[in-house]
């Protein structure tokens, strides 16, 4: 038997150590939070990303009755800078949520659709995309989205 082990590097910040454009795209992602519309589940969720012309995108989750037809924060966020900057980098992305009155204290990580979107996202540019995850206690950082989807399915698999 072989056995592969993966790791993955998780850089953990309080905020206030975080650099003024890593404060600035969480602030975005925080006040896309109170965009959302999340009648059914109450938990939104914000997103803003960096384009490597230095504008800063923001989205948030849309939920619909049928659940399968909504759409995350992170998706909406990424398909429209593409779709509106298709030139542009995405060089970084934050994530941020609220719920129950309040950001949350644990940081709030991508769900698995996301993840392989971001993957996809950076593989078209070629190059990594920082992921900034916040919650009221810390702020998790990923150099690229390769970390948070290990053994991923990329176009190489498609051929």
């Not at 429209?80 to 129950?100: E, G, L, R, T």
Request: net charge negative.
């Amino acid at each position: 038997m072989k056995e592969i082990n993966l790791t993955t590097k998780i850089a953990v910040y309080p905020l206030e150590e975080c650099s003024e454009t890593e404060k600035k795209l969480i602030e975005a992602a925080k006040q896309s939070t109170k965009k959302a519309y999340a009648p059914y589940s109450g938990f939104k969720v914000g997103a803003a990303v960096l384009l490597e012309n230095g504008e800063i995108i923001s989205a948030n989750n849309q939920e619909n009755a049928a659940y399968p037809s909504g759409l995350c924060a992170e998706r909406t966020a990424v398909f429209f800078a593409n779709a509106s900057h298709p030139d542009q980098c995405i060089m970084a992305i934050a994530v941020a949520a609220w719920h129950n009155g309040r950001f949350t204290d644990d940081v709030i990580t991508p769900c698995g659709g996301c993840r392989q979107v971001l993957l996809e996202t950076e593989n078209r540019f070629n190059a990594p995309m920082k992921i900034l995850m916040y919650g009221n206690e810390s702020v998790y950082i990923l150099e690229s989205a390769k970390d948070l989807l290990p053994l991923s399915f990329g176009d190489g698999m498609l051929k």
